[in-house]
Structure formats: structure tokens, C-alpha cells
């Protein structure tokens, strides 16, 4: 990861989970057909993106969710770093997305998992709080799954690494004291999960 410049400034860097290989998230349906998911997590924001899944990721498909994922990331802002891992299926198409957005990509170095640890975070809560939970019939079905999942996470879910707040932040009414919020209950993949906030 690159230096920060002083004490006060932010790196703003993306984190790209490689589809296939030691890092990634992959999933097995209940045909018994590999998927592997391609992910992006802003380290500063913990804010997850989820480009796709396939059962065949290759160079071609990799430079098109890259394509997808450079709109979808540059909305939100604008970020001087891309930290991939070494995969060949990243060809340099891909690199050459980000570059035209004037993204620096860096490579991860050999054998140093923890230089994905954010990633490894990442795959470890989406498996235990909702994967392990779930029979998975296809790609169409893990996307969509995984669409829920994130949106709950990037909006619901507190982090500790935040101070127990959203990668989205949540805004509550200020005219409202504490002691007289309604709780208002919502279920997220059909009971799976369950997201709390003030009953209007």
C-alpha cells in the first residue's frame, strides 16, 4: 500500500479480490458448478462493490467487469490507487482500464496474504453471516444474493474498523430524542438477516 504523504491525508485506495485463486470468494451451487465472484472493497470506506460472478473468469470477462466497476467507482469519487493481486487473468486490459481514470494499479507482492487482508475480512463475513446459510442454484441466484447482501452491508452493517459506523452513512431524524425512536424490524434474504432503524 502506498505511503501517506502526512499525517492528516487519507489514501484513498481500491481493493480488488481476484475471482480465482487464493483470494477470492468462490461458491459452489447445488449442481456442484464453481462460481467465482469478483469484488471491490475502498479501504478507506470498507464500501463493498460487486462487479459479478461467473463460472468462467477469464481475461476478457475480468476486462469487461473492470470496465463496469471503473463507472460505478469514479461516481463515487475519485481514487488514485487500484492494489490487485499477481493472477494472470488480470491482462493488461484491465490495468489499462483504470489507468485511463488516472488510476495508479499496484501490485500485491508474492506470498504475502496479508496484504489482502481486507479482502480475506471481507469473504470471512459474507460466508459465515450469509453463504454458509444459503443454497446457491446458480449465477443468476448468487448475484442476486450477494446484490442483497452487500447493500445490507454497505448501509446497515456497523464496522468496527469505522467506529461502529456504516460505509454508507445513515442520517436519523435530529428533531427525535434517543428514548423516543420506534424500532422498525426489517428482514433481508428472507429472514437470513434482520436490519433495525427508526419507525417513521
Not at 452493517?157 to 425512536?181: F, N
Given at each position: 500500500?502506498p505511503a501517506r504523504n502526512n499525517a492528516n491525508e487519507q489514501?484513498?485506495?481500491?481493493?480488488?479480490?481476484?475471482?480465482?485463486?487464493?483470494?477470492?470468494?468462490?461458491?459452489?451451487?447445488?449442481?456442484?458448478?464453481?462460481?467465482?465472484?469478483?469484488?471491490?472493497?475502498?479501504?478507506?470506506?470498507?464500501?463493498?462493490?460487486?462487479?459479478?460472478a461467473t463460472s468462467n473468469p477469464d481475461a476478457a470477462w475480468?476486462?469487461?467487469?473492470?470496465?463496469?466497476?471503473?463507472?460505478?467507482?469514479?461516481?463515487?469519487?475519485?481514487?488514485?490507487?487500484?492494489?490487485?493481486?499477481?493472477?494472470?487473468?488480470?491482462?493488461?486490459?484491465?490495468?489499462?482500464?483504470?489507468?485511463?481514470?488516472?488510476?495508479?494499479?499496484?501490485?500485491?507482492?508474492?506470498?504475502?496474504?496479508?496484504?489482502?487482508?481486507?479482502?480475506?475480512?471481507?469473504?470471512?463475513?459474507?460466508?459465515?453471516?450469509?453463504?454458509?446459510?444459503?443454497?446457491?442454484?446458480?449465477?443468476?441466484?448468487?448475484?442476486?444474493i450477494l446484490q442483497s447482501y452487500v447493500t445490507h452491508y454497505?448501509?446497515?452493517?456497523?464496522?468496527?474498523?469505522?467506529?461502529?459506523?456504516?460505509?454508507?452513512?445513515?442520517?436519523?431524524?435530529?428533531?427525535?430524542?434517543?428514548?423516543?425512536?420506534?424500532?422498525?424490524?426489517?428482514?433481508?434474504?428472507?429472514?437470513?438477516?434482520?436490519?433495525?432503524?427508526?419507525?417513521?
Amino acid at each position: 500500500m502506498p505511503a501517506r504523504n502526512n499525517a492528516n491525508e487519507q489514501v484513498e485506495a481500491v481493493l480488488v479480490a481476484a475471482a480465482r485463486g487464493n483470494f477470492g470468494l468462490t461458491i459452489e451451487s447445488i449442481w456442484l458448478k464453481t462460481l467465482y465472484v469478483l469484488f471491490v472493497i475502498e479501504l478507506h470506506t470498507r464500501r463493498v462493490h460487486l462487479a459479478g460472478a461467473t463460472s468462467n473468469p477469464d481475461a476478457a470477462w475480468v476486462t469487461q467487469q473492470a470496465r463496469n466497476l471503473s463507472l460505478d467507482l469514479t461516481d463515487g469519487g475519485t481514487f488514485r490507487f487500484l492494489i490487485r493481486d499477481r493472477d494472470s487473468k488480470y491482462a493488461s486490459s484491465f490495468d489499462a482500464v483504470f489507468a485511463s481514470e488516472g488510476i495508479q494499479v499496484i501490485l500485491t507482492p508474492v506470498r504475502a496474504p496479508r496484504a489482502n487482508a481486507f479482502a480475506e475480512r471481507w469473504v470471512r463475513t459474507v460466508r459465515a453471516e450469509c453463504l454458509d446459510w444459503t443454497l446457491v442454484l446458480g449465477r443468476r441466484h448468487l448475484e442476486r444474493i450477494l446484490q442483497s447482501y452487500v447493500t445490507h452491508y454497505n448501509a446497515q452493517r456497523p464496522h468496527r474498523g469505522l467506529d461502529l459506523q456504516t460505509p454508507d452513512l445513515r442520517s436519523y431524524p435530529a428533531d427525535e430524542l434517543p428514548d423516543r425512536l420506534r424500532v422498525q424490524s426489517r428482514d433481508v434474504l428472507g429472514g437470513l438477516i434482520h436490519e433495525y432503524e427508526p419507525a417513521a
